[in-house]
């Protein structure tokens, strides 16, 4: 059979029966296309009704608004908390953060071991070191400020040993020979 619309296309030497078949596999495949879009617009569908459940337009662009201010909120609240954590290692810095303590006897004559030598220490080495002399007249205290580690007046060998006990972290009280 001959179609003068066919041979119009380039089609007049191709067999009706083929030609049908053809349209007909791809009527089928169209048929399933628009079943699975079916589908997936009713699974959209219940999505949306259960995101828009009791809610209207009005309502919905409320709540939006009120989670961008919370996000706006919190990323404040962030910053905020970043300089103070910035702040307070700043000043952690100078803060006596090590400790060196040795106790000992000043004099043969007194016994306890009521004399002691403290050094307090930052990051950086840098602090002061206390000393406590008890005698039998009275307790006497003397100060001598630390820089690096060291002191630009002499240290005591119960001074050295607590600076160095600083310096190593060690914070245990020990007694001194």
Known sequence: MNSSFLSMIGLGNVDIGILLL???IISIVLFVLVIVAFAQIN???KKYRKFMQGKNASSLEKDIMAL???NVFIKAGVEKNKRDIEELFAKHKTTFQKLGL???DAFKEMGGKLSFAIALLDEKNDGVIINSVHSSAGCYSYTKRVTN????IPLSNEEKVAVERAMKGNTEVTEGE
């Open 43 to 45: 699974a959209f569908k």
């Open 68 to 70: 961008y201010e919370d």
């Open 149 to 152: 580690g060291d002191s630009n």
């Open 22 to 24: 053809v349209l007909a």
């Open 102 to 104: 040795v106790k000992y």
